[in-house]
């Protein structure tokens, strides 16, 4: 069995120079959904992590030569043990991070969709040549020749909601453009994510070009931000330890993408029915745990009515449960989740917001909650809470909304629906925000496109063009004709 290599029963080993090494002290992850031991896994130490980031800047050397071609064969094969494996780490998934089985399935697939077509897209990256004479007084003997180069070691961190998709979207980028990755799964989701790697090794990767780091985050990242042969980092998580890596990174490229808090703008003339089932699922869609999870509505007031209605009949449809069941809304990755979620209901019930819900709370499983008549004096107008609840602000004209989308401290995605091309077009043209929807949810997907977040949501773009761009830089040579 493929993943048995890796694990000492449930003690799960890491990745360094090339061998798994079994740890000295563990990490206990458990699962969201009925509390069980989904394994153990290696709390570094700083030696270890040092170790494992040098083995990676070795390899690195010899891997930049390896033709492009004979780098994706490798990153091709690992696309196909993705998919021959597609049950036991989607049921990993489910049992982790309580993702719905269908969800999990599809993450897997997705995700050797992107590693096809990412290693596509790099065989088409040219570079340019460019000629001297276009400033004006330098000499025409010039000739300058772009082309792209790895950036060296390349730290992928990923977050618990996709450990195999938004891991691989950094690490494959990474890994076809010549770099090594020092790789940092979640904690809660580092189980599948190792078994993942592995998908990598067996794959044919050579040898230390792969490090993985497990243990707390806190602890390891302080040491992973003092790692001299890091070259760029790329990280997707919280707006807050996304600053603080900001922070201690020093002069190297970053990729973030961080907090959300996208609106879904309605505007008068919508078609409710349409815009009730895309904010459903975009609001809903894994509890609510995606940093491009409809996060507020801004409504029109003509039509609130109308619309909260229309949200609540179809939020009593949602399916609320066991992840095995497929149901949409699952537990939630902890306790502490739910707990917050909460605070945000009661702070909003306070100050005057209408409740909904379909269910009452059961440990760290929420309900789908609505929370109409919310006000800007109101938590819930904007911290982001990851969970099953969705605000409603309404709102008296389209410029209103556009004042309340923009007040946010984040910029990830936004919606607007409507069918006054001028009118949509009005607000999508002042909505700060890398990506705007017109009458869709907000979502990452296809994976081709740009994902980028302004302001606090992020700095850099995402997306298989653009994350093969990120992953490495342009290095110029001068020819001199004498
Ligand atoms: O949680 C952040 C992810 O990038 C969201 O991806 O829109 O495919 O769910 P998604």
């Given at each position: 069995m ?52 040098e ?171 003092r ?82 209605s229309?949200l ?7 399916t ?31 100050r005057g ?42 709102v ?46 907000s ?5 081709h496109?740009?994902f ?31």
């Amino acid at each position: 069995m493929l993943f048995d290599t890796i694990r000492d029963g449930m003690d799960y080993k890491r990745l360094a120079g090339g061998k798994w090494l079994n740890g000295k002290e563990y990490l206990e992850i458990v699962s969201p959904v009925d509390g069980s031991l989904c394994g153990r896994v290696p709390m570094m130490e700083d030696a270890d992590i040092h170790a494992a980031v040098e083995s990676c800047a070795a390899a690195q050397k010899q891997w930049q030569k390896v033709p492009l071609a004979q780098r994706g064969d490798i990153l091709l094969r690992c696309a196909d043990l993705l998919e021959e494996h597609q049950e036991e780490l989607a049921d990993m998934l489910v049992r982790e991070i309580a993702k719905d089985i269908s969800s999990s399935r599809a993450e897997v697939q997705r995700t050797a969709e992107l590693i096809r077509a990412t290693v596509q897209f790099a065989k088409t990256m040219t570079g340019e040549t460019l000629q001297g004479g276009a400033m004006g007084r330098e000499s025409t003997a010039k000739t300058a020749i772009v082309s792209r180069v790895p950036l060296g070691v390349i730290l992928a961190v990923s977050p618990f909601n996709y450990p195999i998709n938004l891991a691989m979207s950094k690490i494959v980028p990474a890994l076809v453009m010549g770099n090594a990755v020092v790789f940092k799964p979640p904690s809660q989701g580092a189980v599948v994510s190792l078994c993942m790697v592995q998908c990598l090794q067996a794959a044919g990767l050579p040898d230390g070009l792969l490090g993985t780091i497990t243990g707390a985050g806190k602890r390891v990242g302080q040491q992973l931000l003092r790692e001299p042969s890091i070259h760029m980092i790329n990280f997707t998580g919280s707006t807050q330890v996304g600053q603080i890596i900001a922070k201690g990174a020093g002069m190297i490229p970053l990729v973030m993408e961080l907090g959300g808090k996208d609106a879904a703008v309605v505007l008068a003339d919508a078609d409710l029915d349409h815009a009730v089932s895309q904010i459903i699922s975009g609001a809903f869609g894994y509890s609510g745990q995606r940093c491009t999870a409809i996060k507020r509505v801004l409504v029109l007031e003509q039509v609130a009515d109308e619309f909260v209605s229309k949200l609540k009949e179809k939020m009593k449809e949602i399916t609320v449960g066991n992840p095995y069941d497929g149901c949409m809304v699952t537990p939630l990755i902890h306790e502490a989740a739910a707990d917050f979620v909460m605070e945000l209901v009661e702070d909003a019930q306070s100050r005057g917001a209408d409740i909904f819900t379909t269910g009452q709370r059961r440990g760290n499983l929420l309900y789908p909650i609505c929370a109409d008549h919310v006000t800007e004096e109101m938590r819930l107008a904007w911290e982001e809470p990851f969970g099953p609840i969705l605000p409603v602000l309404r709102v008296k004209s389209a410029e209103e909304a556009v004042r309340i989308a923009n007040k946010s401290e984040y910029g990830l995605q936004a919606s607007v629906f409507g069918n006054n091309i001028r009118e949509v077009f009005d607000v999508v043209e002042q909505v700060e925000a890398g990506t705007v929807n017109i009458n869709g949810k907000s979502e990452r997907s296809p994976d081709h496109f740009p994902f980028l977040g302004i302001k606090q949501s992020g700095i850099g773009v995402q997306g298989i063009r653009y994350a093969l761009e990120a992953s490495s830089t342009v290095k110029s040579v001068v020819l001199n004709k004498i």
